[in-house]
């Protein structure tokens, strides 16, 4: 995955609370067995009517927020299942970062394992943000300083040492192994050859 410095670009803003996976990405769309190609499919059934045609009025249909990088919620996002699609999605239909007061463990640490930042806020910070997403506001978090930045907002957030550590230097769950590649090859050649490898 790759590493996260400075997330910037332009916020769209999703105000509702206990957005469930299912609501991420439904049911119907998991059959892919790779892990890119969710995002067209995001929030499916907001964006679209029984027909199948975009409802006009959905954040991610309005051309103001084509391209927005941040995703700001409300609390709880990401909620249900433990889909680890829903996270794909965001990240494929384009978002770096999602704000939100509180997010479900799991989905949070599916975030981290794919390189998407989750980041947590304040209710009135995510409110003030919300605000200024409507307006088309450009937002800059910066994950070294633990900090939000939109106008003359600046907001500190609060991230595990070792997330933070994984994000910036873009070590997912494989990359963290093979740093004890040497240590494996050690193990791996001190193995009777009568034993399989591993």
């Known amino acids: ?16 609370a206990n957005v469930d996976t299912d609501q991420i990405i439904p049911k119907q769309f998991l059959k892919r067995v790779e892990r890119s190609g969710f995002g067209p499919y995001l929030f499916f059934d ?7 045609e975009p409802i006009a009025d959905f954040v991610l249909n309005r051309p103001e927020y084509q391209g927005a990088t941040v995703l700001v919620s409300g609390p709880n996002f990401g909620c249900g299942s433990s889909r680890e699609h829903a996270p794909w999605s965001l990240e494929d239909w384009g978002f770096g970062a999602i704000i939100a007061p509180s997010f479900a463990d799991i989905f949070y640490n599916n975030c981290i394992n794919i390189g998407l930042l989750p980041v947590v806020l304040g209710t009135a910070e995510v ?8 307006t088309g506001a ?10 939000v930045t939109s106008g003359a907002n600046r907001y500190h957030f609060d991230i595990d040492p070792f997330a933070k550590h994984r994000l910036t230097e873009g070590l997912d769950q494989v990359a963290l192994t093979l740093q004890h590649n040497a240590d494996i ?9 009568y034993l399989p490898s591993l």
């Open 1 to 16: 995955m790759k590493p996260i410095d400075v997330i910037s670009g332009t916020m769209a803003p999703l105000p509702r």
């Open 46 to 52: 907001l964006a679209y009517d029984a027909e199948n």
């Open 127 to 134: 409110e003030e943000l919300t605000a200024a997403a409507t």
């Open 138 to 147: 450009s937002v800059t978090i910066d994950l070294d300083a633990q900090t």
């Open 185 to 193: 090859e050690t193990f791996e050649t001190g193995r009777p050859a």
